[in-house]
């Protein structure tokens, strides 16, 4: 895919990558028309692109990848050269709770995605610079031990059921390039972090529990390692990836910054006591709480992404100490978007996860 002027569908635009990758992609390709589909759902806020609002490179609409007909009238109006697919349900916890929604959108959404893609794609005679980029995680590969990586080849051995629904999708995607020839692309990323993180998931979570003196839960013996990437630098490997990377192909995305969540969470309390200039007696660590494990919980992740480093010349700009300051520090400038995101619903969650854990 060439640079000149395309019009992109993100979906999931109004998530955490999303939102970052619509920013992105609009500073980084003047001459792209970003058409951001979103469900708004929980997870999904506007407020995320406010920024973008006036940019009229940019296109918000709100609607549902399961949704076939508003699918069909999308790719209609706009004959697009990309697709590049976020839209998911994204966190485990919530997977356990209720995992049909995970099967809704991640799997069936995924698919009406495709065949509107492929429907599109035939009508405009199949122009082979076209791109369907699913954007997956590397839960799909389920738990190392102590030793190795994830390869491209290893084989998907997902725990939980977001990560068995992002697998089912993967095979799906794939299915679509062996059988009707659409060029997709698959890439299986580690643990992001960074702005407009939704404040579930382990790293906002305790940054904003730890600026407001409430307990850190640490799920098991904290010994989990997730290996950790700054959203940016997920975008620009998104972007090499979508112009070129090749059809059929899956790359691998990793940080290489592994670390344990007890490490992870106790960095993150010096971060945040010093950055609100808190003395010695007032030691975050001290909120750090231990709580009964997530069932299924994957002991280890760690990404070999020697392939798209040296296939298509991407690596992390930044590493994990300097970012997560850069982030803790974003979550204190930006508390009227905390505001913003922590509704009812988000209350509920809350007492939904963490009350009976003990
Ligand atoms: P997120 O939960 O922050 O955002 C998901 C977005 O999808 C929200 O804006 C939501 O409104 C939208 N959405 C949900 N259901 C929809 C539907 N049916 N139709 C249209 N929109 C819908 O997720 P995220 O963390 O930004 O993750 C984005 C993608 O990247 C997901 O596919 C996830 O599996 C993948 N991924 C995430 C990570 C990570 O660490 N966050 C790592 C690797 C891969
Ligand atoms: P999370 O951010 O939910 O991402 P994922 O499960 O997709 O890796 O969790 C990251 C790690 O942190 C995971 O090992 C679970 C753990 N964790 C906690 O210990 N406490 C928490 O409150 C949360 C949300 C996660």
Not at 95 to 100: D, N, T
Not at 116 to 126: D, F, I, Q, T
Not at 185 to 190: A, E, G, K, V
């Amino acid at each position: 895919m060439d640079k000149g002027n395309k019009t992109i569908l993100v979906t999931g635009g109004c998530g955490f990558i999303g939102s970052n990758l619509v920013r992105y992609l609009l500073r980084l390709r003047p001459g792209w028309t970003i058409v951001n589909l979103d469900a708004l759902t929980y997870a999904g806020n506007p407020a995320n692109l406010a920024d973008m609002e006036i940019n009229r490179r940019y296109n918000f609409i709100h609607g549902d990848i399961c949704d076939h007909r508003r699918l069909e009238k999308l790719f209609k109006d706009y004959s697009f050269d990309g697709v590049i697919h976020l839209a998911a349900e994204s966190h485990v916890d919530r997977s356990i709770f209720g995992p049909m929604k995970f099967v809704r959108t991640n799997v069936e959404g995924t698919c009406q995605l495709l065949a509107a893609s492929l429907e599109s794609w035939r009508r405009n005679g199949e122009p082979q610079d076209f791109r369907f980029l699913h954007v997956s995680t590397d839960e799909v590969f389920g738990s190392l031990g102590p030793e190795g990586f994830f390869r491209e080849t290893t084989a998907y051995d997902p725990s939980s059921p977001y990560s068995a629904s992002k697998a089912a999708a993967d095979h799906f995607v794939r299915a679509w390039y062996r059988t009707y020839g659409l060029p997709t692309i698959i890439t299986n990323c580690s643990n992001n972090y960074g702005p407009y993180q939704f404040p579930e998931k382990l790293i906002p979570l305790i940054i904003l529990n730890a600026i407001e003196g409430k307990e850190l839960p640490v799920y098991g013996d904290g010994g989990n390692i997730r290996d950790w990437l700054y959203v940016e630098d997920h975008c620009a490997a998104l972007l090499k990836v979508l112009e070129a990377g090749q059809p059929g192909r899956t790359y691998n995305i990793g940080g290489g910054a592994e670390r344990r969540n007890l490490d992870v969470v106790r960095q993150i309390c010096k971060l945040v006591d010093r950055c609100l200039g808190r003395g010695r007696d007032q030691d975050s660590q001290c909120l750090i709480s231990f709580v009964a494990d997530r069932p299924g919980h994957d002991r280890r992740y760690a990404i070999d992404a020697s392939l798209i480093r040296s296939e298509l010349g991407w690596q992390p700009e930044n590493n994990f100490e300097s970012a997560l300051e850069k982030t803790v520090k974003w979550y204190i400038a930006n508390s009227d978007w905390v505001t913003s995101v922590r509704s009812g619903e988000y209350r509920n969650w809350i007492k939904t996860n963490y009350s009976d854990r003990g």
